[in-house]
Each structure stands twice: as structure tokens, then as C-alpha cells.
């Protein structure tokens, strides 16, 4: 019997990204001129490349959004803070909103709960878009937790409780680990999972696959925070695991003799890539 490649079902662009990028893709086909995005779209280079192209420019702060005077700014799935959506307004550029309506919901809850007063945690890394747009939307800002330690140092001398999200991205095992360490501090605890379902069923399977297969690719942008998820998952079952972004970085590896490849990739890979993996994987083994 031939050796088998077992693709994820859930692999590849999520809901949100897809979305996004579709709505790049309306605005240069509506003509458009100039449009910018608000960072990269989507943690992919090869899809940004391909706008650049097409005349679409990534703008990477405030500071250069201020300079601009017309055109059309979209905003990526990662959301950004309320500050941002004032500048747009203020500078009376066009606004195309493509936040994830996962993430919205999150701007939403914080926004709502440090009004009432609450004190706000987001379990996720600092240096994620998405979080530092969250951030954007606490009224008296907000504690990041990304790891044990900081989870055991937390503290808040308040009577007011404590609202628990997450970045949509997070591991959930590691999220439910910290919210029992938060738990134990005796604060009155609002836990919210805000971990998108998609990138639940993509960890799941992700690692359902890495134990059955002998070698495991995943595919996804060095950035891109999910994909890096995806590659810890699948590496603690999974000896043989190769992280690439094209199919040129997989061809630098030299696989062992196997039965059964797995192939997972991160929300951000457009799905002819996880295709020609495939057939390479098919072909070559």
C-alpha cells in the first residue's frame, strides 16, 4: 500500500480571513484609488505581494495614517482599537471594516465591561494586532496574560470584578490552565472563552492528525500567530514536524521513508498552497 496524506478538513483560510481578503479584492475591482490596509491583511506574504501589485499599499502606524488625505483604509480581521476608527473618520478617508465579527464581539464585551468599571484581562500575547486593538477598546486599559508566571503575579486591590477574554488565536488548553490560576486569586471572575471555534476544531484536529502521522507539515506565514500554535501542537506529537510558508521551503528538507503524511495549515494560507503541498507530498514521497 502506498503511502497515505491526510489533509485537515479545517486547514487553511477561516472565516474571517477570507472574508477580509475578498473585501481588498471588491475595492480593486470597484477601481478604487488609493487604497491602504491598516497592517498587512493576513499574515501571508505571498497574498500581500499579490495586492501590492495591484497598487494596494499596507500602512504600519497612526503616524503614517495621519499623513494621508484621501482614499479608501481598510481594516484587517484582526480589528484595531477605537482610536484608530476616530482618525479614519477625522482625516475623511473612506473606512472598509473587515474585522473578524468574532473579534468585534470582543472589542463589544471589553468595551462595555470597562465602563461598568470591571476590570479587564486578555489571556494572549501583548505583541498580537489583535490584542493591542482589544487593548484599544478598555477604557482604563488592560492586563495581557500570556504565561504562568504572569498569570500567578496578577494582582488588582478591587472590589470590582475581573473580566476574562481571549485572543481568538490562543491555545485553548493553555487558556483554560490560566484562567484556573486566575481563578484561585478569589476575584469575582467574568470569564468569557472568546476563542473563535474555527482555531478550536483547527487545534483539535491538528493534533487528532499528528498522532496518527509519521511526519506532519504545516503550512503559514512566519507571523502569523496561529500557524506557530498550530506547529506547537502538532511538534509535542509528532517527532517529524516541518513549519514552511512556500512549497520552496519544503523542498529543502529530505523526508524519511513514511506511511502516512498529515497537512495542517494556519487561517491565513490560501488554499492553492495547501493544494500543490499536497501533490509535491504525493509525488515526491
Known amino acids: 500500500m502506498g503511502m497515505r496524506v491526510i489533509v485537515a478538513k479545517s ?23 488609493p487604497i491602504y490596509t491598516y497592517g498587512p491583511i493576513i499574515h501571508n506574504e505571498e497574498v500581500v505581494k499579490d495586492l501590492e501589485e495591484k497598487g494596494v499599499r499596507v500602512i504600519d502606524s497612526k503616524e503614517e495614517l495621519e499623513t494621508l488625505s484621501e482614499g479608501t483604509v481598510i481594516i484587517r480581521s484582526h480589528g484595531v ?8 473618520r477625522e482625516r475623511r478617508l ?22 461598568a468599571g470591571n476590570a479587564i484581562v486578555i489571556i494572549g500575547s501583548r505583541i ?35 473580566c476574562i477574554v481571549s ?3 490562543f491555545n485553548y488548553k493553555k487558556f483554560k490552565n490560566l484562567v484556573e490560576i486566575l481563578s484561585k486569586k478569589g476575584y469575582d471572575n467574568n470569564v468569557i472563552n472568546t476563542i473563535c471555534s474555527a482555531t478550536e476544531e483547527r487545534q483539535l484536529e491538528a493534533r487528532e492528525l499528528a498522532e496518527k502521522a ?18 506547537e501542537i502538532c511538534s509535542s506529537k509528532c517527532d517529524d514536524t516541518y513549519y514552511i510558508q512556500t ?36 509525488d515526491e514521497l
Open 11 to 33: 486547514a487553511g483560510f477561516c472565516f474571517g480571513v477570507k472574508r477580509a481578503v475578498e473585501r481588498v479584492y471588491e475595492q480593486v475591482e470597484n477601481g478604487k484609488k
Open 81 to 88: 482599537g477605537q482610536d484608530i476608527y476616530d482618525l479614519i
Open 94 to 115: 473612506e473606512l472598509v471594516d473587515a474585522t473578524c465579527p468574532f473579534v468585534r464581539k470582543i472589542h463589544k464585551i471589553v468595551k462595555r465591561e470597562s465602563e
Open 128 to 162: 498580537h494586532p489583535e490584542v493591542e486593538g482589544i487593548r484599544g477598546w478598555c477604557k482604563n486599559g488592560a492586563e495581557v496574560i500570556e504565561n504562568e508566571e504572569q498569570a500567578l503575579k496578577y494582582e488588582k486591590n478591587l472590589d470590582h470584578p475581573v
Open 167 to 169: 485572543q481568538t488565536t
Open 214 to 231: 509519521d511526519a506532519m507539515i504545516v503550512i503559514g506565514g512566519r507571523h502569523s500567530s496561529n500557524t506557530q500554535k498550530l506547529f
Open 247 to 282: 512549497l520552496d521551503d519544503l523542498e529543502q528538507y529530505s523526508f524519511p521513508p513514511v506511511d502516512c503524511v498529515g497537512i495542517t495549515a494556519g487561517a491565513s494560507t490560501p488554499n492553492h498552497l495547501i493544494k500543490e503541498v499536497q501533490e509535491h507530498v504525493r
